[in-house]
C-alpha cells in the first residue's frame, strides 16, 4: 500500500527515476536504500526525501509554521489513521471534519504533500461512508473531493462519489 | 472486679436502667397523646362533616347505569362548548383528565377524545368543602356526569383545546371510577422523546404502550392517527367506487400459498390444514376472469415473515386493486396512482387538524406528491444509484438502504415523496409477472415508494395459460398446487393488472412516522399477539 503511493507521488512530482524500494517488519514500513547514506525509513521521510529530491520545498511548507504543521500532520497520518480502528474511525472524521470548517487545505493555503498522504490515507475510510455520513462531515468531503480532482494526485486510487447537493436535511433521521 | 466496684456496677445499671425507663414511658406518653389528639381531630372533622354538607345531594357515586331509567337528558359534546354558550347550565359525561385542589377550590381538567375544558368546583352557596375534596379525590381517567354553567374566561386557557371557555360545576357524579394506579400516564405517553430526555420528564416506550393499548388509544396523537386511516380507507373506498370498481371479498382460508411457501400460516381444518391468505392475489385476478372488470378489497393480509422491523406486521389490512384494461399496462398505473393522490388530496385537506395534532408529538415534513405522479424506469433509478456511487448490476433489485438512498435522490432532484419505478428486471418479479414484451430481461411491473419505502408492488399479470405455465414451470412451483389458479384462464381471460398497499404502512409514511406498529391498532408481530 505505501510503495504504491509512494510511486503515485513520484509521478506527481515528476521525478524521472522511480526508485526501489522495499520494506521492513510486519507494517511493512517502506525502506529506501540510499546510495549517499544511511538507508531511509518510514513512509513520511521517504515522502519529505521524494519532495527535496524533485526541488519542490513549497510542498513541505513555505513558513517555518506552515512546516510544522506539515510535519504533523505526516505523523498523524502514519501514526492515527494507518492502525485505526473502527471506533476511531468516527472520532478522526469528527476531527478532520471540525478542523478543516474554515481551511482549504491542511497546512497553511496551499496544497502540501500533507495533504496527499493524508489523502491516500483516508481514501479507504472514505470509500465505505454512506452518503448520508459523507454529508454529515461535510468538511471533510469537501476537502477529499478537492484534492481528489487536483491535477496529479489521485492515481492509484478510484474516485470516491460526491454528491453536490445535500440530499439529507437536516430533520431527516 | 471487687464487690464494691460490681454493686456500683448494679447501682450504674439500676440508674441506667430508671432513665430507660423514664425515656420510654416519656416516649409512650407522647405517643398517647398525639394519637388523642388525632382522634380529637377526627371527630371533629367527622362533626363538621355531618354538619355542613349541604351539598350532599350534588355529588357521589352514583349506583351503576344498567338502564334503570331513562333520562331526558341532553349531554354537550366538549368540542361545542365556545363563548357563544356562556351563562348556559349544560350536562356533560366526560373523563377527569386532571384534577387539582387549591384551597377551597378544585380544578379539573375534563376531555373527551381530542377535546378538553377546564372546570372548576369552589367552595360556595352550590358546593361544599365535603364536595370540593370530593372532586379532588376523583381518580384519573375516571368517566363523570357534571352539570355546570359554562363561562367565558377573559385569559385564553393555553393547555386546553377550549381556550375560551371554562365549567363552573354545580353537580358532580361518577359514573365509571378508574382505578387509582394506571399503567401509563397519558400524559407522558404524548410527550415527544426528545422533550423527555431534555426535561428529565418521562415517556412511555412503545411496548409499555401497546401492552396497554385501550389506555394508549385514548391520547390524542392516537385519536388522531386511526382517524386520519380511517380517513384513507374511506378516500380509498369513494374513489375507487367512483371510477367504477366493485368492493369485493375474497377467502383468507385457502388451500395453497399464494406468495411462496415460506411466508404463509398454517391452520388446522378439520381432518386437514389450510393456510392464512399472504394475498387476494389469486382471487382478484379470478375475479377479473369472472368479467368483473375492476374490483378492489380491504381485508387483512397474513405474513408469516420472522423479520422484527420496523415496518412488518405479521396481520395487516390490505388494500387491493385489479382491473382489465386495454391496450397497455400504464392504463393500469394511471389508474392506481390517481387513487393515490386523490387519498392524499383528501388527506391534506381534511385531515389537517390531526396531521397537526401527530405532528406535537413526532415532528415531520408535510407529505408531497406530483401531479401527475412522477414515473421513473427502473434503468434511470440505477443510473441515478450509480452515479451516487452505489455499485449494482443491472437486474439486481434494491435492497432497503437502497432504496432509501434513491428516494432521497428523487426527492432532492423532482422534490416529490411520492413517485413510481417502473419496467422491473424480470428475474426479481413473482412467476405470473408478464415479462417485457421487447426484452426478455424486464417485465411489465412496477413499485410504488413513498418517503423512500416501498409501498405496493404491482403488474400486469400472464392472462395465458400456458405462458403462465411456462413461468411457473421456470421458477419449479409444483404445477398440482396452482391448478385451479391456472384453469381460470383457460376460458378466455382479460389483460388486465393492479397492485395491493398496506394500510398501515401508508398511514405511516404519510405522517412521517418510524414505526409501523404506531398505526396499527393491536398490531401483531412475531413478537406479539396480545392484546
Known sequence: MALRELSSLEKYLGLKKPNKYSTQGDKKVPVLQNNNGPPLLGLATIACHLVKEAKRPELLGDTAENRAVVQQWLEYRVTRLDSCTKEDIKIILKDLNLYLQDKVYLAGNQFTVADTLVYYGIHPLMVDLAVQEKEQYVNVTRWFDHIQHYPGVRHHLPPVVVLRNRIYTSRHH | ?531
Not at chain 2, 428523487?410 to 419505478?421: G, S
Request: contains cysteine; aromatic residues 8%; hydrophobic residues 35%.
Open chain 2, 1 to 531: 472486679m471487687t464487690k464494691e466496684a460490681v454493686q456500683g456496677a448494679t447501682e450504674e445499671e439500676q440508674q441506667a436502667q430508671s432513665k430507660k425507663a423514664m425515656k420510654k414511658q416519656q416516649k409512650e406518653a407522647e405517643k398517647a397523646a398525639k394519637k388523642a389528639e388525632k382522634q380529637a381531630k377526627l371527630t371533629a372533622e367527622q362533626q363538621t362533616t355531618e354538619e355542613d354538607d349541604f351539598a350532599k345531594d350534588r355529588y357521589g357515586v352514583p349506583a351503576m347505569v344498567q338502564s334503570q331509567q331513562k333520562l331526558d337528558r341532553e349531554l354537550v359534546r366538549v368540542q361545542d362548548l365556545t363563548p357563544e354558550k356562556a351563562d348556559q347550565l349544560i350536562w356533560l359525561r366526560a373523563r377527569v383528565h386532571t384534577s387539582r385542589a387549591k384551597g377551597k377550590q378544585c380544578f379539573l381538567v375534563l376531555r373527551q377524545q381530542q377535546f378538553n375544558v377546564q372546570a372548576l368546583v369552589a367552595v360556595g352557596d352550590r358546593a361544599s368543602k365535603q364536595m370540593v375534596k370530593f372532586a379532588a379525590n376523583i381518580t384519573k381517567e375516571s368517566i363523570v356526569d357534571v352539570e355546570a354553567s359554562v363561562r367565558k374566561v377573559e385569559q385564553k386557557i393555553e393547555s386546553c383545546s377550549q381556550q375560551d371557555v371554562e365549567l363552573h360545576i354545580e353537580r358532580i357524579f361518577v359514573v365509571s371510577q378508574a382505578e387509582a394506579r394506571l399503567p401509563l400516564q397519558l400524559e407522558d405517553a404524548v410527550r415527544p422523546d426528545g422533550e423527555g430526555e431534555e426535561e428529565g420528564r418521562a415517556t412511555v416506550n412503545q411496548d409499555t404502550k401497546l401492552d396497554n393499548r385501550v389506555i394508549d388509544l385514548r391520547t390524542t396523537t392516537s385519536q388522531a392517527i386511526f382517524r386520519l386511516q380511517s380517513g384513507v380507507c374511506q378516500l380509498f373506498r369513494d374513489t375507487l367506487t367512483n371510477k367504477g370498481f366493485v368492493e369485493i371479498q375474497t377467502p383468507k382460508i385457502i388451500s395453497a400459498a399464494s406468495e411462496g411457501g415460506a411466508n404463509v400460516f398454517t391452520v388446522s381444518y378439520f381432518k386437514t390444514s389450510a393456510y392464512l391468505a399472504q394475498s387476494p392475489q389469486l382471487y382478484k385476478q379470478m375475479c377479473i376472469c369472472a368479467d368483473f372488470d375492476k374490483v378492489f378489497c380491504v381485508g387483512p393480509v397474513f405474513r408469516a415473515e420472522d423479520s422484527n422491523t420496523h415496518r412488518h406486521l405479521t396481520e395487516f389490512v390490505g388494500l387491493d386493486i385489479e382491473m382489465a384494461f386495454n391496450y397497455h399496462y400504464h392504463e393500469v398505473i394511471d389508474s392506481i396512482t390517481d387513487t393515490m393522490v386523490q387519498i392524499f388530496k383528501g388527506l391534506r385537506d381534511n385531515f389537517q387538524t390531526e396531521i397537526q395534532t401527530v405532528n406535537k408529538q413526532f415532528p415531520s415534513e408535510p407529505f408531497k406528491f406530483l401531479e401527475p405522479t412522477l414515473r421513473l424506469e427502473y434503468t434511470e433509478g440505477v443510473a441515478m444509484l450509480r452515479e451516487a456511487g452505489v455499485e449494482m448490476g443491472d437486474e439486481d433489485d434494491l435492497s432497503t438502504p437502497n432504496e432509501k438512498l434513491l428516494g432521497r435522490l428523487v426527492k432532492e432532484k423532482y422534490d416529490t415523496d411520492f413517485y413510481v419505478l417502473d419496467k422491473y428486471p424480470l428475474a426479481v418479479r413473482p412467476f405470473y409477472t408478464m415479462p417485457d414484451p421487447n426484452d426478455p430481461k424486464y417485465s411489465n411491473s412496477y413499485d410504488m415508494f413513498m418517503r423512500g419505502e416501498e409501498i405496493l408492488s404491482g403488474a400486469q399479470r400472464i392472462h395465458d395459460a400456458q405462458l403462465l405455465t411456462d413461468r411457473a414451470t421456470h421458477h419449479q412451483i409444483d404445477l398440482e398446487k396452482i391448478k385451479s389458479y391456472i384453469d381460470s384462464f383457460r376460458f378466455g381471460a382479460p389483460p388486465h393488472g393492479g397492485g395491493g398497499i398496506g394500510l398501515e404502512r401508508v398511514c405511516m409514511l404519510y405522517l412521517g412516522l418510524h414505526n409501523v406498529r404506531q398505526t396499527s391498532m393491536f398490531p401483531r408481530d412475531p413478537k406479539r399477539l396480545t392484546p
